[in-house]
């Protein structure tokens, strides 16, 4: 890849991405400028699959027809300028308008690179599609469930695991070998690593989802505890809910817990690979440790980690990864804060 188109993919991704950009400067270059763009396309996906505004119809059509361009399947991108339109953020509005160059960035890698790169995002754009499927007639007045636990799995999955997935088949076929043992415990666990990732984002968006009309807790396990999703609209419902919400605190916790197993089985002079699986993984567990001492349906009061703690968990990362010892105190303390 070409010095020019690297430093283009980077300009992107430092405007779109603030904190994952963080990791992927940290990545080593021979699967960062992957992996970037990657996480750029994906990124395209999503500011059209939540353009606020555009009819449902219109985002899926945009949707597929992007991904067919990403699949090689046709040469033509879709019209994203009335999509671009609608964006609050100027940052999504030059992501969207300049979306036909990251999409011709794929000719510069191989064809095995090439094809991950398009295996990944067929997967996280029929995840998007399902979901604008799922909640298209979801509002504020109308909110939404998924219905099952597996549909949550399935989700999560599909929007996120499969990065853990991508991640380390790159990293298999460019930094280092493993047994087959190995290589399957790491397949299984980067799934998890992602999975817990983004169930993160799902149990700290919960307001925010409602007033959309979305509902990622699934309706059968709010029955069980004879809740609805519009009565997590109040925060006085915070008692009754916090069984389920501490559980699926538990969850994406056991789920971190499989990332820290992740970073333990890279070998120990990957240090640029083993940062960067840290650094979200110490968000991550941030994140869960303020989500549990507050009321996260509160809509006033938005519950996230700070710049300034974002900015010292990368230089307590920096100085921990080369040593393993280290690196797994540094983990085990922000687990039990």
Known sequence: MSKLIH????????????S????????????????????????????????????????????EQFNERIQGRTGALPNLAILARLQRDPAEVQLLENAAAPVTYLEQFSDADRQRIRQVLDTITGGQMLDLQRFAYATGDTIIPLAREEELDDYTYRVAGCVGEFWTHLSLAHLFEADAATEARLLETGVRFGKGLQLVNILRDIPADLRMGRCYLPSAVLAEHDLTPRDLLTPETIDRFRPVYDSY?????????????????????QFRLRAASMLPVLIGQRTLALLRGQNVLDAENRIK??????KQLTRQT??????????????????HA
């Open 7 to 18: 430093q283009a993919i980077d300009s992107l991704l430092k405007e779109t991405s603030r």
């Open 20 to 63: 994952f950009y963080l990791t992927l400067k940290a990545l080593p270059p021979r699967i960062g400028p992957q992996i970037g763009l990657g996480y750029l396309l994906a990124r395209i996906a999503d500011t059209v699959a939540d353009s606020k505004g555009g009819p449902t119809d219109q985002r899926l059509l945009a949707l």
């Open 318 to 335: 920096a100085l921990a990864v080369p040593s393993r010892r280290r690196s797994q105190k540094l983990l085990d303390a922000q687990r």
């Open 305 to 310: 980690v700070s710049r300034p703690e974002i």
């Open 249 to 269: 605190l538990d969850k994406a916790a056991a789920h971190l817990d499989a990332a820290v197993e992740y970073i333990g089985l890279l070998p120990y002079r």
